[in-house]
């Protein structure tokens, strides 16, 4: 029953692939019930599970489970005593990430049914939404590297599709100068480059270990031994390091996540929020759990790998932390509402790749280890949430102004009271302002970051902070304050004044503003519920101690009373109170500053720190160069004439053994059977 | 004995398959004759491989012999298609007038 359960976890969305032509021939009613409904069992399963195993042992339909467990469903590639099975992995992390992409993902179903009403192609639309909520499910279930590779490619493929899924191009959609298939391409290849190096890394984990299994590599820790002998663990991690790099849109592979906005918005925030970019954030956290318990396995037996260790993490917190600040000041000057939420995610996605990079710096210390660690998920799980009621916001003010421009809004707030509310919700929690859980998570990894990690860690991530809450609050500004825009009185005047959503695209905003209120009460919770994950841990020592939630007071407390509380509400006025000035209240002599001697910042983080343009120069023409050379030089003109001319000289001359008459050739083919006999006779 | 009725059941058909292509004129029966080739070497495999066993369970030969059907099956496909081009360009099959290559 539970196995039954657990695959339909994943399963669930597939089966309704194939299910949707079907209910597409009956009715469109029924096929928006039949597609969301493969969300709604993912989600129904997941939480089922995900609770059951509150207390570290599953129990449903009268068997038991100790987590974490390694559900094998078949032998998947049997060879020469190696034995690759495909099985579903039931431990915290896989639990919790599977609630958070169903629940998350099947909101943002609900949502589609409306906003995606009455467009032509929505059955393509269904089948790629379910095959890309099925493959992250895959992803984060899977129970060896070779399932999770499946679930990435699965997911890799789906945001493809989505991304340019207004394949037609028309003007409308264009990202700056990138039409929907060209930002589809671009995220597809950007990604693959890190898959390549994911995959290698995959590799070579299993030459040294012959599992993938992440139970076996995490039970027996002599690949990691074997790789440290040879010095290679250090660059093996990083390779993996790549394809999390890669999906999670970090530095230097981030800037195909702002150009992904070119699809519906759905698709953003599925990708933002539940799908795709956690991916990364996940793979991250599992690598993570098994290089601690490898590490201490290693310990035991009196081999010391810190040194390598030490590298990867270092370059992983530098990563995150850098990718928060970049992100984070090129956010500060978008003229287009999705595309400074995607700069905000990236950012975000950069807090949590610090927060396991401090983790990991604090491998030797078991209790401030996992706290670091648990600031990681918590902040995913804050971060899904709020980006998911942003990005669905956003959409609900794209559907009402027909643009994604700034300069397209402006004054909405009196048109669309509900849609404003539920933002601000989001944008302060996406701000970091207490209570909501975007606070709690932020400054529960500022406070890691502070208090164990290398300080310019802290440094990056509290400048972020500032920007965050500056970006934040001129994104509500210029959405919601302020004069109407030329679109908007236009609409007005031709009776359509921008509304609020529907029911069905409100219900989901309420669930998930609820969400982000209410969500900020997890970490002490999670740190009973992920105790399966780590072995050699007394989880007595930990600061967040046991499950119970109302031991909240004292975390609360606990945070409140700190001074980096302080620090945190300061950086936070820093970056709101210049913003609330120039766009809410429109004190436009401010503004008056980017014209003037701002303009070359401007100008620099508008064009993204030239990072873009170099990619394109290098890698785009340099390509084409290439082709272009190779097509004028080596096909056409100066190596195919050679070509052409050497074939044909080549061919005068043979041409002179032939005389044309096929019986003669028979005849020799006739001739060597016989000497080819005469020879065996002679010889045997 | 068997062994034996295999054997030259197999050489007669190879045999034939020659003598068909060599002393034929018509591209088509060229063809037929290097087809009823082609099964003779197959036939010939295969019973290699019994008298050798005993029985037909030798798994090489038989996927090697499966591969060469296969491979044949594509020949006919190529062939023809060139036979047909050749009737269509020429107007005739008679090798002896397609002496093209010929310098």
């Known amino acids: 029953m539970i196995d039954v359960l657990a695959n339909l976890i994943w399963m669930a969305p597939f089966i309704i692939v194939f299910l949707l032509p079907l209910a597409n021939k009956v009715g469109d009613r029924v096929r ?94 269904w089948i790629l939404m379910n095959i890309f909520i099925g493959s992250m499910q895959l992803l984060v279930l899977g129970d060896s590297f070779l399932t999770l590779f499946f679930g990435w490619e699965g997911v890799g493929f789906a945001s493809y599709g989505l991304i340019g899924y207004y394949y037609k191009d028309e003007k409308k ?56 002998r040879e010095g290679v663990l250090a660059v093996t991690l990083l390779l993996a390091l790549l394809g999390p790099i890669g ?36 793979f991250l956290g599992r690598i993570t759990g098994i290089l601690y ?100 916001g956003a959409g609900a003010v794209g559907h009402a102004v027909e643009s994604y421009l700034f300069k397209d809004m402006g004054g909405l707030r009196k048109y669309m009271p509900v849609t404003f509310s539920l ?35 802290y440094l990056l991530l509290a400048l972020s902070a500032i920007l965050t809450a500056f970006y934040t609050f001129r994104m509500i500004g210029l959405a919601f304050y302020g004069e109407e825009s030329e679109n908007v009185k236009h609409l007005i005047e031709h009776g359509h004044p921008p509304h609020d959503p529907g029911p069905l695209m409100k219900i989901p905003l309420f669930i998930l503003a609820a969400g982000s209120i209410v969500s900020g009460l997890l970490l002490p919770f999670l740190a009973g519920y992920f105790k399966p994950l780590f072995k050699f841990l007394n989880i007595e020592d930990l600061v967040f101690k046991e499950v119970v939630l109302f031991k909240f007071p004292d975390f609360l407390i606990k945070t409140v009373l700190s001074p980096l509380f302080g620090v945190a509400m300061v950086l936070v006025a820093i970056g709101i109170i210049p913003s609330y000035y120039i766009y809410m209240v429109g004190r436009t002599d401010l503004l008056k500053l980017v014209d003037g001697p701002l303009k070359p910042l401007w100008t ?42 050497l074939y044909t000289e080549f061919s005068e001359q043979v041409r002179k053994l032939q005389t044309g008459l096929l019986r003669i050739n028979m005849s020799y083919l006739l001739m060597m059977f016989i000497l080819i006999t005469i020879f065996f006779m002679v010889v045997i | 004995m068997i062994e034996y009725s295999l054997l030259i059941t197999s050489a007669v058909l190879v045999g ?30 295969i019973s290699l491989a019994f008298i050798k066993y005993g029985e037909l369970s030798d798994a090489l030969a038989n996927s090697i012999v499966i591969t060469s059907i296969v ?32 310098w």
């Open chain 1, 32 to 125: 928006d019930a039949v597609a969301v409904s493969g969300g709604l069992i993912s989600a129904l399963a997941s939480l089922t599970l995900g609770v059951d195993a509150m207390d570290g042992v599953i129990s449903f339909g009268g068997s038991s489970l100790k987590i974490p467990y390694d559900l094998v469903m078949l032998k998947w590639i049997p060879i020469d005593g190696y034995n690759i099975t495909f099985g579903v992995l039931l431990d915290p992390l896989s639990l919790f990430m599977a609630n958070v992409v169903s629940l998350i993902g099947s909101l943002i179903l609900i949502y589609s049914v409306e906003y995606m009403h009455g467009d032509k192609s929505i059955l393509r639309y």
């Open chain 1, 173 to 228: 959609y264009w990202i700056g100068p990138y039409p929907p298939t060209h930002a589809g391409m671009k995220a597809f290849i950007t990604t693959r480059i890190g898959d390549v190096g994911l995959l290698t890394a995959i590799v070579i984990i299993f030459i040294s270990s012959g599992t993938l299994n992440f139970m076996e590599l995490s039970n027996n820790p002599e690949w990691a031994m074997v790789l440290a």
């Open chain 1, 247 to 282: 999906k999670s849109a970090q530095f230097p592979l981030h800037e195909w996540l702002p150009e992904a906005m070119a699809g519906p918005t759905t698709v953003s925030a599925l990708i933002h929020a539940a799908t795709m970019v956690k991916a990364g954030v996940y």
């Open chain 1, 293 to 392: 318990n490898v590490y201490w396995g290693l310990e035991e037996i009196g081999i010391n790998i810190w040194s390598e260790l030490q590298t990867f993490y270092i370059v992983v917190a530098f990563v995150g932390a850098f990718t928060a600040f970049l992100a984070a000041s090129q956010g500060m000057v978008s003229d287009q509402i999705k595309k400074v939420l995607a700069y905000s995610t990236v950012s975000q996605l950069g807090y949590m790749f610090a927060a396991f990079g401090i983790a990991g710096l604090l491998i030797e210390h078991p209790e401030a280890f996992v706290d670091a660690y648990l600031t990681g998920v918590f902040h995913l799980s804050s971060h899904a949430i709020f980006k998911a009621l942003l990005f669905l």
């Open chain 1, 423 to 457: 933002m601000m919700i989001g944008a302060l929690s996406l701000a970091g302002i207490p209570p909501f859980n975007g606070f709690w998570s932020k400054d529960a990894i500022l406070h890691a970051a502070y208090a164990e990690g290398p300080f310019w860690v």
């Open chain 1, 604 to 645: 620099f983080l508008y064009n993204r720190w030239y990072i873009n343009a170099l990619y394109y120069k290098v890698f785009v023409d340099g390509t084409r160069a290439l082709s272009s050379f190779i097509f004028n030089f080596i096909e056409t003109n100066g190596g195919g004439e050679a070509t052409k001319y």
């Open chain 2, 16 to 45: 034939i398959g020659i003598y068909m292509a060599s002393t034929k004129k018509n591209l088509l029966k060229i063809f037929i004759g290097i087809e009823i080739l082609a099964t003779g070497v197959n036939l010939n495999f």
């Open chain 2, 71 to 102: 491979i044949d099956g594509v020949l006919v496909g190529v062939g023809l298609a060139l036979t047909l081009l050749v009737y269509r360009r020429y107007g005739t099959l008679n090798v002896d007038v397609l002496r093209k290559l010929r």
